[in-house]
């Protein structure tokens, strides 16, 4: 069966430090976006792609960046890590505008 | 404005009973909205999307409602099942699937 995988699941960093999140779809999506995800509020977009080479910036995109060499994989990269970006990111997947998002089961970054 | 407001924040119910979750949004222009399920610790999973034109959506023991004249929506779950304790996520798609806006959800307990 298709799905989207995010590794890891729980990471503790140290502020200052890169961190590197990986998202990886079987889905054959084209559109793969990330969000975090914090108490008491919706899920926020950081960045989203909709193909190979594509990125684009979402509302919450500072600090972040990702990249997208191939269509199953879209890494989302903390270039200094702050203790505001302890949060849980969610990478999600779809084919198109009028279709559902697949979600993976997400990563709970913390920041000290 | 372009916001997305769930109700309640928190509800406990039991086994077997039915409850009404609401969602009312100020996103436009109105793209589609989508009710979504997030058991803890997993991502959210897709239960329905609506588009202008529909009014009622199920999805067996989930029916959504949609009323784009007042701008809200409502997810009525029948019969309740221990399973169904879960967050419930009203999004909202603005245009296109990149500027989703995503309600804080709903908890629901179903206690025995």
């Known amino acids: 069966d298709a799905e989207i995988t995010q590794s890891p699941r729980h990471k503790i960093t140290e502020t200052g430090r890169q961190v590197t999140l990986a998202c990886h779809q079987t889905?054959?999506?084209?559109?793969m976006f990330w969000y975090r995800q914090d108490l008491g509020h919706g899920l926020r977009l950081i960045h989203y792609s909709y193909g190979v080479q594509d990125t684009n910036k979402g509302e919450v995109s500072d600090g972040y960046s990702v990249s997208r060499s191939n269509t199953e994989d879209l890494p989302l990269t903390l270039e200094s890590a702050a203790s505001s970006q302890t949060s849980v990111y969610f990478c999600?997947?779809?084919?198109?505008?009028?279709?559902?998002?697949?979600f993976g089961n997400g990563t709970r970054l913390t920041v000290t | 404005k372009n916001q997305v407001e769930q109700s309640p924040q928190s509800l406990i119910i039991l086994e077997g009973k039915n409850c009404t979750l609401q969602?009312?949004?100020?996103?436009?222009?109105?793209?589609?909205l989508r009710w979504y399920k997030q058991d803890t610790g997993r991502g959210p999973v897709s239960l329905t999307i609506?588009?202008?034109?529909?009014n009622t959506k199920s999805n067996g023991r989930y029916t959504a409602t949609l009323d784009a004249d007042t701008k809200q929506s409502s997810l009525h779950i029948t019969a309740s099942q221990l399973s169904d304790s879960a967050s419930y996520i009203c999004?909202?798609?603005?245009?296109?699937?990149?500027?989703?806006?995503f309600g804080a959800g709903t908890r629901l307990t179903v206690k025995p």
């Open positions: 609506m588009t202008f034109s529909e």
């Open positions: 889905w054959n999506h084209n559109n």
């Open positions: 999600a997947s779809s084919v198109g505008p009028d279709s559902p998002l697949h």
């Open positions: 969602c009312n949004y100020t996103v436009s222009p109105f793209s589609n």
């Open positions: 999004v909202v798609a603005r245009g296109s699937n990149n500027d989703m806006r």
